[in-house]
């Protein structure tokens, strides 16, 4: 309680919020103002009434928050804290990629860092990917980096995707052969799969979701038993919201070791410090930031 307080006090103090995604862990969670999937906390970034975001997440997602916020002191407690699949794709692949495609759309995945966004064209989210890519003028679309959302979208649109060879290692492990058989096993469960996983895998799913999707889709289904196919910070969210139900994982515990180098801790040293802070030079920030609101519009 005492850490608590002291957070409670330092945000009071320097006017501060806390924002968090859904896989940190449940401590985490409880100490932040909003808790969401990479587009709700881009929207709500945005409209937050603060001096100072704590970013409780990976590293671009504190960057997305800066470039939506630049006038804002936005800091991440762990500057460590990194999406492995964000580091996949650089800024010279994408203009490499331009070269290859000169009359393709560029679409990046939110899951990338600053100059990524820079370079394309609009940005999505696993919750509005499809969406993003059917609103593109252009036929061919390059989608960047996870081929494995990327593919999910190829399969519901008319669109010429062009897939790169990034990934989420979390949802890029989950095996087929021991999800069919809790599949098998558990023949009166409802399969939620987050579209980053492999597509045998998403082909199997009753509903394939982002994070905000199953929250949405556990509290208002009638059915008792869940597989959630997705990191386990959101299945510890679901198993506290709704303990009537049984929430159960698919075949192993899916942990993103980025997500969870974020403690209540290091939230409280990032407030008494000011540290990590973001920075982003200006031309990189203005030009990620035209790709990030051209996705903000689509509804």
Not at 238 to 251: C, F, Q, T, V, Y
Request: hydrophobic share 40%.
């Amino acid at each position: 309680m005492d850490l608590k307080n002291r957070i409670e006090e330092l945000k009071k103090k320097k006017k501060a919020v806390i924002l968090a995604h859904n896989y940190q862990v449940l401590e985490v969670q409880h100490l932040a103002d909003f808790v969401g999937d990479s587009l709700e906390l881009a929207r709500k970034s945005t409209g937050v009434d603060a001096d100072i975001i704590v970013f409780a997440g990976v590293y671009f997602m504190a960057e997305t928050a800066k470039i939506l916020n630049p006038d804002k002191k936005v800091l991440i407690p762990e500057i460590e804290a990194r999406c492995p699949m964000a580091d996949m794709v650089t800024a010279s692949d994408i203009r490499r990629l331009r070269e290859q495609y000169p009359d393709a759309g560029f679409v990046a995945y939110v899951n990338t860092n600053a100059d990524v966004k820079a370079e394309v064209d609009i940005i999505c989210t696993s919750a509005n990917a499809v969406k993003v890519v059917n609103s593109m003028p252009q036929k061919r679309i390059v989608f960047v980096p996870d081929k494995n959302l990327g593919n999910w979208v190829k399969q519901n649109t008319d669109k010429d995707v062009i897939l790169y060879h990034g990934y989420c290692y979390v949802h890029d492990e989950f095996e087929y052969e021991k999800i069919k058989r809790l599949k098998e096993e558990n023949p009166d469960a409802v399969m939620l799969v987050h579209p980053e996983a492999p597509p045998q895998v998403v082909e199997m799913a009753d509903e394939v979701v982002s994070t905000s999707g199953m929250l949405r889709y556990v509290a208002s289904t009638d059915a008792r038993k869940i597989i959630v196919v997705t990191e386990e910070g959101l299945l510890d969210m679901l198993r506290e919201k709704h303990p009537d139900k049984i929430i159960l994982s698919a075949g192993r515990k899916a942990i993103c070791e980025d997500m969870k180098k974020i403690t209540p801790e290091s939230i409280l040293r990032s407030l008494e410090e000011e540290k990590y802070e973001i920075t982003i030079p200006p031309d990189t920030m203005e030009r990620a930031r035209g790709a990030i609101e051209k996705m903000l519009k689509i509804k």
